[in-house]
């Protein structure tokens, strides 16, 4: 987790730099340290271990889990917040010159 650590804070200092507004920055780093924990339950710990089969199932994952205000899955609003954070973190790595990072996705709803 270590490793994630750095990256999320270089990810969310590399949004501020960039201009995004402060409440765009929170969205994308908590989704990004969302993305972290995740990954490390899945026994994942580098960056060079994650796959895109990684990055589906967690974007799965927050298709079908319920909301923690509502007793409702995630509304498609929300979801595409979910993976414009995980496109906005994977060209973050690109830029950085993570050349085995996986291409954006570029999903929505």
Not at 44 to 50: D, E, G, L, P, S
Not at 77 to 94: Q, S, W
């Amino acid at each position: 987790m270590q490793n994630f650590t750095a990256i999320y804070e270089q990810f969310t200092f590399w949004l501020d730099t960039l201009g995004y507004s402060k409440h765009t920055q929170q969205k994308h780093s908590r989704i990004s340290n969302e993305f972290f924990c995740w990954l490390a339950n899945q026994n994942r710990t580098h960056i060079n271990q994650i796959e895109q089969h990684h990055i589906t199932a967690f974007l799965d994952y927050q298709q079908t889990r319920k909301s923690k205000k509502e007793a409702r899955t995630l509304s498609d609003t929300y979801l595409n917040d979910y993976f414009a954070g995980i496109n906005k973190l994977l060209e973050f790595l690109h830029q950085m010159g993570a050349n085995t990072t996986l291409a954006p996705t570029n999903q929505r709803f």
